[in-house]
């Protein structure tokens, strides 16, 4: 990683932190490992990320519906998804610091290591011994790889290592009074399977035809051994996630068209396509036949935001067995019963949030020849900005604030406003541009006059008057999902 980009990440982690976006959880207790909170401007920047993927989920797809399942499901749906007995990392334990590691991501630390020193043949070629170890499930080899090439626990320096091990990474807890083992639930890893198992529901309910969509925002947790990278890695997290059920032999070509619109999704808000690229799986999960990541270039560089996955028939074939019930369609058009085929479209929310504040933070210097100054702003698009605008009185007196209320009363209904009185309008529009506010409002001593106010444009910091009778009309115009949804 180089170090421009590891301070960028660092401001931008501390930047969250002071503008309420995200706070690490249970902060006075000295936090809690790889869970954090949405502070006042996160959980609104948050929301509409939410907006922007379920109105192009849902609304604007007739064929797509939503779903709020249950984070609890009964245990057995779990070891009909395959996630009771094949959910897990290959692990490894440092015998003198009794640390806890996945082997492939020491794996992959000595991989950047060689990068790093020029060792490029290196890199590759256990790279290549890495993914053919995972590929065929061959935890001998990881260890063996870990001890040829060296590889010390960071903690105690040794390399007194176990041997790899798999590791479940659902929590579990009990249901009921009585602990035993028929009361143990697990928290979901995933919201797809919700989506799986009310299938036949919402078919019947809402007379769904195939070719349709189930589309579902919840927290899913993962028991990450490694947690890193802010909230790229978290054991409480949020998925947004569709499932799209076909006719079997259709699979491929619905996996194109789900391939190209996500991605469509994400260049939608702006971001440069260089940001973005796909990435194929090499190690197929055991209910895909085909997977694709879609990869954004995050500071310490590429990662996975997305899957899109072809699961085939595998979830629902698998619940017909486990629960003895019928998930068979019957196609009317070619007289048929069938088990749906499904492509999945999987977006993890917080590295969809993370993306979206490293993408707008940008550091400027407003330095002139007679003085200093920069700025710290967020270029969010206008539909996901937190605070869409706000509203100034010039001065705390001469009626001005009351005006000033008085529009902003008007116009609250429609949008998040802030209103602010406090210190010079200089200091406040930075600390508007820092929350990515795209307008600010000036009420002054014209406005008791001719109702006019100024309007300062976030990105351009330029400012116009208007009349304030307009300012529904123009904030409405620039916030609008149409400028995002028109696609
Ligand atoms: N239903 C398919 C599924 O869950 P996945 O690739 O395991 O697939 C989908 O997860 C998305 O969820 C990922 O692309 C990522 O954005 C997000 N995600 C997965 N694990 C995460 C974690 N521990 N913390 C934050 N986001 C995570």
Redesign the pocket.
Known sequence: MSKPNDELFKNVISHAKEYGFVFPSSEIYDGLS?VYDYGQNGVELKNNIKTYWWKAMVQLNENIVGLDSAIFMHPKIWKASGHVDGFSDPMIDNKDSNKRYRADQLLEDKIDRYDKDGKTDKAEQLQHDMDEALKNDDLPRLKELIIAHEIADPVSGTRNWTDVRQFNLMFSTQMGAVADDADLVYLR?????GIFVNYLNVQKSGRMKIPFGIAQIGK?F?N?VI?RQF?????E???M?MQFFVRPGTQKEWFEHWKAMRLKWHLALGTGPEKYRYHEHTKL?HYADAAF??EYEFPFGFK????I?SRTDFDLSQHQKFSGKKLQYFDPEINQNYVPYVI?T???????FLLTLINAYVEEDLSTEEKQDSRVVLRLHPCLAPVKAAIFPLTKKDGLPEKAREIMDKLKINFNLQYEEKDAIGKRYRRQDAIGTPFCITVDHQTLEDNTVTIRHRDTMKQERVDAGQLENIIGGLVSWKNLLSL
Do not use: C, K, N, Y
């Open positions: 790889a890893p995933e919201t797809a399977q899913a993962r990450e947690a909230i790229i890695r978290m054991r997290f949020e998925q996630e999960a990541d879609i996975e935001v997305e899957g996955h999945e999987s977006i993890g929310l917080d590295r969809m």
